[in-house]
């Protein structure tokens, strides 16, 4: 079974491909309605277009030079990529003419911008033209690239305008002719991956296998011997030892790609790089890659994941540390990472189903990435700790902006990672009320509607619309924590234990028009322990229900967060919804507390507190610090 699984090819279906409503159509509304404009108007105000348009004089260095030997400014053109992306998925959910034409004038600005040869990057064209392709490692000259052919294939997909397109492709016709191990070419790769995810998606939009080619190209020459950074350093007379970080594992370049088995380095860079191989791995049915990735796979979720889906505890490499370190009121886990791993865990699905991937990409899309976004869509986390003293809030923008257009494209896209298609089967990842409308091999159309309120509801219909009967496969994933799921197609039970492999309920039969299937996972509340070499977490506990992490706030609750002392037997919760926070389901929990106020003036003394009986509000993780400023926190003290 398990080699017949990764031999098929499951890709993501397109944005344009499915509607979206219910929960993520609400985030979807926040992101058209605000985000979407907020992200172009502070790449306005920092200069971005000034620095694109030949009509005017270069702005110069506008953002110092660091001592690493670059500026954030070098990477303006991703943030312009992104911001693009992201109106591009709004203007598809959301017609919006103002906004599309303020696109257009940017993608005009990068048409008169690009050079003759196909080269294209604001920085290396108008500040220093001179140092083109000579510090790969460090000036992310590739990973603009990437994010710019990423806003490309969008918006193309979303509007059918294909002058952006058009333009990155022109730019890929370059990279090939400068890339290689051929006479004068540079036989290099660049130290922030992004271009290999990227090049996958041009090619698959256009049909162009060349661009797959190179992708593979920069996955396999990533790490190999001699250096490539090493002789490029030498080649432009830098020290070869001195640049940030001090190793090659910052970048995960330390090891040839199919030799690494522990995830390392930034935390944003490695998402973005085992995201590419996965995509290589799927679209060259490369089993030495898949191989790889499953090692490394493991790696993360035994020992460096939060509970959120947060990677990364570190914010002096924004990255990982020690095995089993995860401190929580320092956590660093960027919101940029826990998107990145949404990414990988989806691309790890396109050798076929498995609820060990889809449910880390769900429980990282709703608790390390969506607590990024404020529920308006103007406001937004870089980073997320898992315990607050109320100084901890969402900015407006950021000097190294990456994270708010970086959220705002995954929510804007989510229905291409709710649903994948292979050549006779349809998997369903994620739930959400939504309809996707796809077409399998031999030209079957088939439209799905999935009728539900998940997360707050676990309820899920699917109905199948169909213009005459069709043999194929529906894939439902069935989540590790959804004891007692039933299913049924038309009213008739299924029995799970026989049409479920790697944690997906596999129906395969001729379907009909108006043919309903009905899933109910159930949503009971649940405790979660650390391995107990998790220090920061020794003698707590978390609170999930379903996909969502859920934590206790200072608004609802007063101070002194760390006195709540959570039973171990759970008791009956109750539940609320709270229309302030689109509909949320709150919980009512009785626990116990920690006086506090009787302790007295002592710092330390011989007894413990007293404890008394008290109810505890408590709400989704992703939805903290939208209301009242104040503390918050989701390990919390478990009854011993």
């Avoid at 922030?192 to 296998?209: D, F, Y």
């Avoid at 330390?254 to 490695?270: I, M, S, W, Y």
């Avoid at 322990?529 to 706030?553: F, I, S, T």
Wanted: charged residues 25%; negative net charge; proline residues 5%.
């Amino acid at each position: 079974m398990n080699m017949s699984r990764k031999d098929r090819q499951f890709r993501p279906v397109a944005v344009p491909d499915v509607e979206v409503a219910g929960f993520w159509g609400k985030w979807q509304d926040a992101v058209c309605d605000s985000t979407a404009e907020t992200l172009l108007d502070r790449c306005v105000e920092a200069g971005m277009l000034r620095a694109i348009d030949v009509e005017q004089p270069s702005p110069g260095v506008v953002i110092p030079i660091l001592e690493w030997g670059g500026s954030t400014q070098m990477f303006w053109d991703s943030d312009l990529g992104k911001s693009i992306e992201t109106i591009a998925y709004s203007l598809y959910r959301k017609p919006n003419a103002r906004l599309e034409a303020r696109a257009d004038a940017i993608i005009d600005l990068y048409e008169r911008l690009q050079d003759r040869d196909g080269y294209l990057n604001a920085w290396f064209q108008r500040v220093q033209p001179d140092r083109r392709w000579t510090n790969l490692r460090d000036h992310h000259e590739l990973y603009c690239a990437g994010h710019l052919i990423e806003a490309a294939v969008a918006y193309y997909q979303a509007t059918g305008k294909r002058k952006l397109l058009d333009i990155m492709c022109r730019y890929a016709d370059y990279m090939i002719k400068v890339f290689g191990h051929g006479p004068d070419q540079i036989p290099g790769y660049d130290g922030h991956e992004e271009i290999e995810l990227a090049l996958v998606k041009l090619a698959r939009v256009t049909g162009e296998k060349k661009y797959l080619d190179l992708s593979k190209f920069f996955v396999d020459e990533r790490g190999a011997e001699p250096h490539f950074f090493t002789d490029e350093a030498k080649r432009d007379g830098r020290d070869p030892r001195n640049y940030i970080q001090k190793t090659y594992e910052y970048g995960q370049a330390h090891l040839p790609v199919r030799e690494q088995t522990k995830v390392v380095g930034h935390a944003v860079r490695a998402m973005y790089l085992y995201s590419g191989m996965a995509d290589i791995a799927t679209e060259y049915k490369d089993d030495s890659l898949t191989g790889a990735l499953e090692a490394l796979w493991n790696d993360v979720v035994t020992k460096q994941m939060y509970i959120t889906g947060g990677i990364g505890p570190a914010a002096s490499n924004e990255g990982f540390t020690d095995y089993y370190d995860l401190p929580n009121d320092t956590a660093y886990a960027e919101t940029c990472a826990s998107v990145g791993l949404v990414f990988w865990a989806n691309r790890m699905l396109g050798r076929g189903p498995d609820r060990r991937y889809a449910d880390i990409m769900e429980q990282a899309l709703y608790n390390g990435a969506l607590p990024g976004l404020s529920i308006d869509g103007k406001t937004f986390f870089y980073d997320n700790p898992l315990e607050s003293t109320g100084k901890h809030h969402r900015w407006k923008w950021h000097h190294c902006p990456c994270c708010p257009p970086n959220i705002a494209r995954l929510v804007t896209s989510i229905g291409s990672y709710m649903y994948a298609a292979a050549e006779d089967e349809i998997a369903v990842h994620l739930y959400g009320e939504s309809t996707l409308r796809a077409e399998l091999a031999g030209g079957t159309k088939v439209t799905l509607k999935q009728d539900t309120n998940y997360p707050w509801d676990g309820a899920i219909g699917l109905t199948v619309t169909l213009a005459a009967p069709a043999r194929f496969a529906l894939s439902l994933r069935i989540p590790e924590w959804a004891t007692g799921a039933t299913l049924s197609v038309n009213g008739e039970m299924l029995s799970l234990a026989e049409i479920v492999s790697d944690g997906y309920a596999r129906i395969e039969r001729e379907w009909t028009d108006n043919d309903r299937v009905a899933l109910f996972l159930p949503l009971a509340l649940r405790p979660q322990y650390a391995n107990p070499k998790v220090r920061q977490d020794a003698g707590r506990v978390a609170l999930m229900r379903g996909p969502l992490v859920y934590c206790v706030e200072e608004t609802d609750n007063g101070p002194d967060l760390n006195a709540i002392v959570v039973p171990k037997s759970l008791p009956q919760a109750q539940t609320e919804v709270l229309s302030e926070l689109n509909g949320a389901v709150a919980i009512d929990l009785a626990a116990e507390r920690d006086d506090t106020s009787s302790w007295g003036e002592a710092l330390y003394r011989t007894i413990p507190a007293d404890r008394s009986a008290a109810k505890v509000r408590l709400i989704p993780f992703h939805l903290w610090d939208n209301r009242a400023p104040g503390g918050m926190l989701v390990w919390l003290q478990a009854e011993k």
